[in-house]
């Protein structure tokens, strides 16, 4: 809350101020503006701001919360890669981890994670290593709804990780049953996101721990295309449809 206000103040300083149904600036105040106008606007100055680089950081991610915008992190993300990149890595991943477990909407956190950290091979080891594979051993033993909310949002958007860097992770998890659910979109979405990465045997050999309803949806066609040897739906375009026949 402390960061969101702080945010707000720095938006009034710009001019920028809340209304009931949306954003006006002093410029232009007969204009009403969305939030994701706001962030494109806007977002990126927080980076000129003449304080430290964590400060920024800070500032950044309150405007997230204030404005719940993924576009916010994508300023995050060229300010970590640009001229005076990287970012303090502690700062900005503390920043991550907390809105990870923090109980409110998290969509422009996950889907960050997922399309600009994750699908990047680049970034995608450290990234999950930051956000879960580094303390996942403590989530499984502490079990706080706090560090399990982060747990499940992680792993739910964790399909385009090399298999390699998250099976570790997964293989800790599975030891506690209120995870499955999240390790099963993770196994799920490692199979049908286009740069969703998977082992078929290893993956199958996990499904096969996880106590699922035996309903789950698309629990018997997942089993059925790993059994099979598939890797990825873009892979083997045709093997999901074999799956859905089969299992009908």
């Known amino acids: 809350m402390q960061a969101e206000e702080a945010a707000r103040r720095w938006l ?17 105040p007969d204009v009403l503006l969305t939030a994701n106008q706001v962030a494109h606007s806007w977002a990126g100055d927080v ?5 430290d680089a964590a400060d920024q950081v800070r500032l950044a991610f309150g405007l997230l919360d204030l404005l719940g915008e993924y576009w916010v992190t994508c300023e995050i993300r060229f300010a970590n890669e ?12 503390d920043g991550y981890r907390q809105r990870l477990e923090a109980d409110r909407d ?18 995608s080891a450290s990234a999950f290593a ?12 502490e079990r706080s709804e706090a560090l399990l ?54 993956a199958l050999a996990l499904l096969d721990r996880l106590d699922l309803p035996t309903d789950t949806r698309h629990l018997a066609e997942l089993r059925h295309v790993l059994a099979a040897g598939h890797r990825n739906h873009y ?14």
């Open 12 to 28: 009034a300083d710009q001019g920028v101020s809340q209304v009931r149904d949306g954003w006006v600036s002093d410029e232009e």
């Open 47 to 51: 980076f000129a701001e003449d304080v």
């Open 82 to 93: 640009g001229a005076e990149g990287p970012l303090p890595a502690d700062v900005l991943w």
């Open 106 to 123: 998290a969509e422009a956190v996950t889907y960050s994670l997922w399309v600009d950290w994750f699908e990047d091979h680049v970034t």
């Open 130 to 141: 930051e956000v879960l594979g580094t303390d996942i051993g403590r989530v499984v033993a």
């Open 149 to 202: 909310r982060r747990a499940r949002r992680v792993l739910e958007c964790s399909g385009p990780v090399r298999w390699t860097v998250k099976e570790p992770t997964y293989r800790t998890a599975v030891r506690l049953p209120a995870l499955h659910p999240a390790l099963f979109r993770g196994l799920l979405t490692g199979f049908h996101d286009v740069y969703g990465d998977l082992e078929p045997a290893d």
């Open 235 to 248: 892979r083997s375009p045709g093997a999901w449809d074999d799956a859905v026949r089969s299992c009908s």
